[in-house]
């Protein structure tokens, strides 16, 4: 399906609409602009929507354990407050008060962005859209293989609130496999914004014309830390918040933790902390522990699969490994942060905090967020060091995945990379 | 393997006193995969199995169960293989099995006599339509190969294909299978279609609605396998099928067979007079629980287990599929096997779990290349 000029076609269309896009562009970009207010209007409308349970239909094909939470998400992301902090916030100051008379110094919209979507998050490839509009952008959106077509309607909603979108969004459903297309697209863009690992930015790469501007979003991981880890029991209620964390997320989210670390030598630390966290991760597993039986199957081979990869291989120094109903811990004696082999897999890992620095810092470009368990008065040393090795989400250990209103995005406001400065002589 | 030899050439498929046989033969293959792949050895160490856990028919379930997706992702073998096989997977994401001479021989054995079973074997030639790929040389996949074997159960007079290589890609030519068709209303000789049934099942649909009613010669067949790939969503159920074939082809409900089987469990399985999948005596089927793993009762919906030592190339002795299934008792069904028969109902997860990224990731992976 591809969304052009506000109206669904069928793929088999591409073709054209591809040879026509050009001079559309063209017209959009000489004749009109996009304020920034008519975007947050329909965006904060259909937010609006959202929270008054318009599109429950929609929201309930998600596969989402949990709708009603994509909803208050939704609703929370897409608010009026949030959209207007989210622009003032990113954007402010990016053009200085005190220019010099004889200059100055506008900020434009790129021009046109063609967006690479991931799809580990439903919804996520709309609002990477949203961040192209904002700024005024025309949006090219390529949607990922394993988008389930919500964020078509999301996106065909939008525009029937405020048509004038309707010149600013192009949405296709091309397979990454068809490179003429994608290198089509990319040639008509002036940024490339891409989710994904390695392969996906060096593929992009190659697509990119020479001098657009490339938008990495790559993989990152995240961690959990105990500071205290002598006393596990004294820690109950952070732990089961925790483990909540991990089981909602199934770790599949960059911020979700693959690794939990404690601050200790002792592997008997690591042994004694499991036999406390397993029946509260097992609890959590359960009660987060998907819908149909399919689903349940589908991550039960994923373990069982991970589980033999493991025998088989013995590369891994596995100190220990406990196995609960939907759930496991497994046990390392090195300090590494890795990935885990998710689906509510965890790695427990010692880590005594003379070494968080060098540990940390061998895998500087990955590093996201960091959940910490602490003694409250020793929360700010810590938080100051993990921002120091380059993590760049500080929260709680139930928080990690949580939106914060106003946060920046992997260390970087999204929408300052949506823009460019123009120098106008006075 | 001397164990295996007595198991395929039991006289009755679905006899039901061959559970030592099948046990010895289990035995057989797990020293066999032990011994000869150091992968299955790790396994089976890892997870404590010996040789002597396997007392009892009853201990069968406890032999290491390899999901097919160690397959895709490793390539596990045990001896040199005389062909190997894949299954359809697409992008790298397949199995590739190989089989051992003694394990081929055993599968045109059990081949005959499941076929003889079905009445499938016939001297009377017929005209073959295969709603299946075109055999070419890069095609390796064992739905291929299968569905070439099933064209000589009966002399072939010819072979015309719907989906054919052309310019490097498949594609399906519906019109040139129906105005062979066509040609064949009223043909002395009779007709036997070999494939996808939802190729067949469009086939039937684009006839009926052109208005197009042949009448094929009786002792036509139509035979499916191969599953219904990627047209879940149009699934027909069974008797609108057989409706259809009544009224297109003038098949009957009894001339429709079914196979099912999986490149990991190359056991033919054949469907009775009552369209039912009963468990032949070369093969075992456990029923596992979907979050636990443990075995479940008959009756119970679960993760399918399918166990066979007819190869020893590869160790394909325990597998899990990702399909869910029932397993139900022979009785219930009435056609006279007494073996249970399995049930599919569906496939785990439908979707692809989605990680962070990797969706974006995979993609372009194509893309780069």
């Known amino acids: ?426 | 393997m001397k164990y295996r030899h007595r198991l395929f050439y039991y006289k009755n498929p679905y006899d039901t006193q061959s559970d030592n046989a099948f046990l010895n033969a289990a035995k057989e293959n797990f020293i066999y995969q032990y011994t000869h792949c150091k992968e299955y050895g790790r396994i089976a160490d890892g997870l404590g199995i010996t040789a002597d856990t396997l007392q009892t028919i009853d201990d069968i379930p406890r032999l290491p169960c390899l999901p097919t997706l160690l397959f895709k992702r490793h390539r596990l073998k045990s001896a040199p293989t005389l062909i190997r096989a894949t299954s359809s997977g697409t992008s790298g994401n397949f199995s590739e099995i190989g089989f051992d001479i003694g394990g081929l021989l055993c599968a045109l054995r059990m081949s005959c006599k499941i076929a003889q079973k079905r009445r499938l074997i016939s001297l009377i030639p017929c005209h073959y339509i295969v709603m299946g790929y075109k055999p070419h040389r890069g095609n390796r996949t064992a739905v291929t190969k299968t569905a070439l074997c099933a064209t000589f159960l009966a002399p072939a007079i010819n072979r015309r294909y719907i989906l054919k290589y052309k310019n490097g890609a498949y594609s399906p030519d519906f019109e040139g299978i129906i105005s062979a068709l066509k040609k064949l209303d009223n043909s002395v000789f009779p007709v036997r279609f070999m494939g996808f049934p939802a190729y067949t099942f469009f086939l039937m649909k684009m006839m009926d609605e052109q208005n197009i009613h042949i009448r094929l010669k009786k002792g036509s067949k139509i035979m499916l396998g191969g599953g219904w790939k990627q047209f879940y969503a149009e699934q027909a159920d069974k008797a609108s099928f057989y409706r259809l074939a009544e009224k297109v082809f003038g098949i009957e409900d009894k001339d429709i067979v079914e196979f099912f089987g999986a490149v990991e469990h190359p056991i033919l399985y054949c469907d009775c007079p009552n369209h039912h999948f009963h468990v032949p005596v070369y093969s075992r089927v456990v029923i596992r629980d979907g979050t636990t793993l443990n075995p479940v009762p008959e009756g119970t919906v679960g993760l399918v287990n399918l166990i066979t030592p007819m190869v020893s190339a590869t160790p394909i002795l325990s597998v899990m599929t990702d399909d869910l299934g029932v397993l139900h008792s022979g009785s219930q069904c009435g056609c006279g096997i007494p073996t249970p028969y399995l049930e599919i109902i569906g496939r785990v997860a439908p979707t692809e779990i989605k990680t962070c990224a990797a969706g974006a990731a995979e993609a372009l992976k194509e893309a780069s290349k």
């Open chain 1, 1 to 426: 399906m591809i969304l052009y000029r506000g109206k669904i076609f069928d793929s088999a269309e591409q073709d054209r609409i591809l040879a026509e896009m050009e001079p559309y562009i063209n017209r959009t970009l000489s004749e009109k602009t996009l304020p920034a207010e008519k975007v947050i209007d329909a965006i904060a409308r259909l937010g609006k929507e959202i929270a008054a349970g318009t599109h429950d239909t929609l929201l309930a094909t998600l596969q989402a354990d949990d709708p009603r939470r994509y909803k208050l998400l939704a609703a929370a992301m897409l608010s009026r407050e949030n959209l207007e902090l989210k622009l003032k916030t990113e954007l402010y100051g990016t053009t200085s008060p005190d220019s010099p008379p004889a200059i100055q110094v506008k900020m434009m919209s790129l021009g046109v962005i063609f967006h690479i979507a991931a799809g580990n998050m439903d919804g996520l490839p709309a609002f990477s859209l949203a961040e192209g509009l904002l700024t005024g952008n025309i949006n090219i959106l390529k949607l990922p293989q394993a988008d389930n077509g919500i964020s078509l309607e999301i996106i065909s909603r939008l525009i029937a609130l405020e048509p004038a979108l309707k010149d600013y969004i192009f949405v296709f459903d091309t397979p990454s496999s068809d490179v003429r297309a994608m290198q089509r697209m990319a040639e008509l863009a002036d940024g490339i914004c891409v989710w994904g690992g390695e392969a996906a930015v060096k593929a992009v790469r190659s697509l990119a014309p020479t001098g657009a501007k490339l938008i990495e979003w790559g993989h990152k991981l995240g961690f959990c830390y105990i500071a205290d880890p002598g006393n596990p029991e004294c820690l109950t209620s952070e732990l089961s918040l925790l483990a909540e964390h991990i089981a909602e997320t199934k770790q599949l989210l960059c911020s979700s933790c693959q690794t939990i670390f404690l601050n200790t030598e002792e592997e008997a630390d690591l042994l004694k902390f499991c036999e406390t966290f397993l029946p509260l991760l097992e609890a959590a597993s359960a009660k987060h522990h998907s819908g149909t039986i399919g689903e349940r199957a589908y991550l039960t081979l994923m373990r069982h699969t991970e589980y033999l990869e493991e025998l088989i291989g013995q590369s891994h120094n596995a100190a220990g490994e406990y196995r609960g109903t939907g759930c496991r811990l497994i046990v390392r004696s090195d300090s590494e942060l890795e990935l885990s082999p998710m689906m509510c897999s965890v790695l427990v890992k010692r880590l005594p905090e003379d070494q968080i620095v060098s540990v940390l810092r061998r895998k500087k470009g990955l590093l996201q967020t960091a959940g910490l368990i602490c003694a409250p008065e020793k929360r700010d040393a810590f938080t100051e060091l993990f921002a120091r090795c380059g993590v760049t989400r500080i929260t709680t250990a139930g928080n990690m995945s949580a939106y914060f209103n106003g946060e920046a995005h992997d260390g970087e406001y999204a929408l300052r990379r949506y823009v460019r400065m123009v120098d106008i002589e006075v």
